[in-house]
């Protein structure tokens, strides 16, 4: 992965909201370096518009990692939809259809 990691060095600059936006996906995906990761962290310690930000992203993706993941329907129920459905056809053949 080529990512563009735009942050400050200079012991009197810090890291910009901004700058902190546009790299917190790579941060949550772990794909910034150890470096960068930390001064990542020093922003969103002073800075609470960035910390609600980050809490936002990563509680959303926490709800869908848990919302996608499969749910298995009672067969009764699932036999009652695909026949609602019409899909009667892709359901499993049971012996004395």
Known sequence: MNHNH???TGDNES???KELLGNLSDF???DLPED???ELQRHMNGC???RVVYDTMTRTIYL???SAKETELPDDVRGRLFRT???DD???KTPGD
Do not use: R, T, V
Request: charged fraction near 10%.
């Open 15 to 17: 890291l910009s909201c």
């Open 36 to 38: 960068a990761c930390q």
């Open 90 to 92: 892709l359901l499993p």
């Open 85 to 87: 459905l019409k899909l």
């Open 48 to 50: 609470q518009n960035c």
């Open 6 to 8: 735009n942050f400050s």
């Open 28 to 30: 949550i995906d772990g």
């Open 64 to 66: 869908y990692q848990e």
